[in-house]
């Protein structure tokens, strides 16, 4: 097997007392014989485009999953903040912003359930389309987070 060579042109400046200049030079250069170009993870996706377009959506799916977390989570914060400002006679303005946040995230809360249901749902109909791919690194990734996605659910 030949290994590739690439040929890099370097241009150099230099001083050659009141002149300045420019020096080049050619070198070719090989990889070493045990790496090569398909050794890397983007030069495998450019082989078989489904591979980017697998981890592109693995990449959707595990996003929306975290930011419904993210806002169950302020949603608690919240309610928590809220419950201490009613408790503790907190001021009525600063009581009605509160309950604006609070109102504001519960309206998010729906629309990133919907869009997360959607991304699981692509993604399992890539897996099964591409179910062919079953040894490579992104789809086995992909079903690992739709078992860890499945296992929150």
Request: glycine share 4%; net charge neutral.
């Amino acid at each position: 097997e030949t290994q590739p060579k690439y040929t890099v042109f370097l241009v150099v400046p230099f001083l050659l007392s009141s002149q300045g200049g420019l020096w080049s030079y050619r070198r070719t250069l090989s990889l070493p014989h045990n790496i090569s170009s398909t050794h890397s993870p983007a030069a495998r996706m450019d082989l078989d485009p489904r591979l980017k377009s697998l981890s592109r959506q693995t990449g959707i799916a595990k996003r929306t999953a975290k930011d419904v977390e993210s806002y169950e989570k302020e949603l608690q914060q919240l309610t928590d903040k809220l419950n201490k400002m009613i408790s503790d006679g907190k001021d009525e303005y600063d009581i009605k912003h509160q309950k604006l946040a609070v109102d504001e995230t519960v309206a998010v809360i729906p629309d990133c359930k919907t869009r997360k249901e959607r991304a699981i749902a692509d993604l399992r109909t890539m897996l099964a389309d591409y179910s062919d791919l079953g040894a490579t690194e992104v789809y086995i990734a992909a079903k690992d987070l739709l078992a860890q996605i499945g296992e929150e659910a």
